[in-house]
């Protein structure tokens, strides 16, 4: 059973959103994404000053068995990358929730969570594809 | 132990070495090497020893099952190879004027006959090297036929999910934007989701028929009516062809482009990475923007066609006239068929995986399309697997290898998980393919009582589990001699 933290926002494409209460929010993939890639061997982050719109594809994690796109949960400028991530992906597989977060945005507007998930429906997500 | 390994300083093999230094006097200075080149220095014996023990070493079409899905790995006949070695092709310079290549070139154009009559196209370019290449050149075609009405807007290729990695890519190199269709739960592309997805900025639709989940997509018709009716044009990734060969023509379902992977489904060589050979088809409207070289017969003669010839050509893709050994041992492959021999391609091809899917499923394995009949490959998922006894695909086909078969595509497509794409092909017995789901069964009872067999394997193999992880993360491509002597 994968982790799903209950403090967490989520997106049907197996994003986390993490509100750091100052206007940005900062962005991974959920235990049940890294788990079902399998061992990650390279991630591309996205430019710092980038804009995105929501879904907007920004990121690529790549595993020995596939490259997946990373979107934007929500819209926003991108303020700070996990840099560390270009020397150690394997970060994502052991703390994805943590040490493996991908990158941070500065929300274009307040009303920017509309359209993601709690932990009890993204738990459903997870279900219903199984 | 690599070669280079071996090489000990001043040992050579004379016969192997050549008579004169090449005089490289003429070549720039700066071009030129300041230091001997790190070439291995061995003896004669030795470099036999080492590439008949490489040879020894390798899995392949010719001493196990290959059922690896997609690749359409079928028996090479010898003949091909022993016809397309006669001098007369072999020593052929391929600057050689016309008017010493009339053998040749006529070959080629009965072979660019033969796939237009085979595949229902209006005119063959075998110019292309690769499927992948092919691929280039149709995108590229249909970009150039777009741009030629003045119709820019059209930037967008529609690509289902279950497509090839390469079909977006393609797209991509060609300057396009790729929009993809969901596929639905029965296999087929989602009608309505690509009803929704064409406009005016629709280029066309890249479509594999059968597609890489291993059934035909039966909206194939509505499929065209709706791509055409929008002004895009419909492209047939051929790598699935020899499902159909000979039976349905990609030309007859609408497509006005196709490439061919004539390493696949007209038996060359192939597998680590070539050489292949990816001819085009295309609809009459499509023909101007063929790449080149052509050959066109005039009379009792054979000329080649170039861009001077065929000003709208999208251009040359390779040196000379293509990867012409490869295109001849098609040639000559397709001329032991014959017609029927083509069909008999497909119904053998059809039925074996059919065969083998329908003894997998009774053994307890799960069909990941259980209500479609296969076309020449189908995907057995391994989900139930996984969740009972931890074991992933890659165990069960790294376990394969012990039983002496090579293991069917893994992880792909990536649609279904824990999946095995397996495409035995027309090539094998019915023993070979009752061997295989008695290994897998045995595999599954090994993975029940420890699941730790499976996840050492191989166990009988030259290399053991190869640790594609870290082989990834710590990329490490070209041999480098610990130390260079000046």
């Known amino acids: 059973m994968s982790d799903i933290p209950n403090d967490l926002q989520y997106t049907e494409s197996h994003e986390w959103v993490r509100d750091n209460g100052d206007g940005t929010v900062t962005v991974g993939i959920t235990d049940h994404a890294q788990d079902a890639l399998g061992d990650l061997v390279f991630v591309e982050l ?22 997946s796109d990373i979107y934007a949960p929500v819209a926003g400028e991108v303020v700070t990358v996990n840099e560390a991530l270009g020397d150690t992906p394997e970060t994502i597989n052991s703390d994805p929730y943590g040490e493996g977060w991908i990158f941070q945005l500065k929300l274009a507007d307040t009303d920017a969570d509309a359209g993601l998930f709690d932990a009890e429906e993204y738990q459903q997500v997870v279900e219903d594809e199984a | 132990m690599l070669i280079q390994e071996q090489s000990r300083p001043g040992r050579t093999a004379p016969a192997q070495a050549p008579l004169h230094m090449a005089d490289v006097s003429d070549l720039p200075a700066g071009l030129r090497r300041q230091r001997r080149a790190a070439l291995p220095e061995v003896s004669e014996l030795q470099a036999v020893r080492h590439y008949t023990r490489l040879s020894q070493q390798n899995f392949a079409i010719d001493t196990h099952f290959y059922p690896l899905g997609s690749c359409t790995m079928k028996y090479n006949p010898r003949a091909c190879n022993s016809l397309a070695s006669l001098p007369g092709f072999l020593a052929r310079h ?17 072979l660019q006959d033969m796939l237009k009559i085979v595949t229902g196209m209006h005119a063959v370019s075998l110019a292309p090297a690769a499927g992948a290449q092919g691929e280039l050149a149709g995108v590229m075609m249909i970009r150039a036929y777009h741009d030629a009405r003045g119709d820019h807007a059209r930037r967008e290729i529609l690509v289902p999910d279950a497509a090839h990695g390469t079909n977006p890519a393609s797209a991509i190199m060609a300057g396009f934007t790729v929009r993809e269709i969901p596929t639905g739960s029965n296999g087929d592309v989602d009608i309505a989701a690509l009803r929704d997805a064409v406009g005016p900025q629709t280029a066309g639709i890249m479509l594999t028929n059968p597609s890489t989940v291993g059934v035909f997509d039966r909206n194939i018709q509505a499929i065209a009516e709706t791509v055409h009716e929008a002004g895009g044009l419909l492209y047939y990734d051929g790598a699935n062809l020899n499902a159909i060969l000979g039976k349905v023509r990609p030309g007859d379902m609408g497509f006005d482009v196709i490439h061919m992977n004539l390493h696949k489904t007209f038996s060359t060589p192939h597998g680590g990475g070539g050489p292949g050979a990816g001819p085009v088809g295309v609809s009459k409207r499509l023909e101007p923007y063929l790449p080149v070289p052509l050959v066109i017969r005039d009379g009792d003669a054979y000329h080649w066609q170039v861009e001077s010839d065929r000003p709208e050509s999208i251009g040359r893709m390779t040196a000379f006239g293509g990867n012409m050994g490869i295109l001849l041992r098609a040639y000559i492959y397709a001329r032991l068929l014959g017609a029927e021999g083509m069909r008999r391609v497909s119904e053998y091809a059809t039925l074996n995986a059919n065969y083998l899917l329908a003894r ?16 020449h490959e189908f995907i057995v998922t391994l989900k139930k697997e996984a969740k009972e006894y931890g074991t992933n695909a890659m165990d069960f086909a790294k376990r394969l290898l012990d039983y002496g078969f090579h293991a069917p595509t893994t992880y792909f497509p990536l649609l279904v998980p824990e999946c095995l794409l397996v495409e035995p092909t027309e090539s094998e017995s019915k023993e070979s393919l009752d061997g295989f789901v008695e290994a897998m069964t045995k595999i599954r009872a090994e993975a029940q009582d420890n699941p730790d067999t499976l996840k050492q394997a191989p166990y009988t193999l030259p290399v053991r589990r190869l640790d594609d992880v870290r082989a990834a993360r710590q990329l490490d491509l070209a041999w480098k001699p610990a130390q260079v002597e000046g």
């Open chain 1, 46 to 67: 996205p430019e710092v000053g980038k804009q995105l719109a929501a879904k907007d594809a920004c990121a690529v994690v790549e595993s020995v068995k596939a490259a």
């Open chain 2, 94 to 110: 391929p600057a050689a004027p016309e008017s010493h290549s009339q053998g040749i070139m006529a070959c080629l154009h009965e």
């Open chain 2, 360 to 375: 997998l499923k009774a053994a307890g394995f799960t069909a990941a399309y259980p209500e479609r009949r296969a076309s």
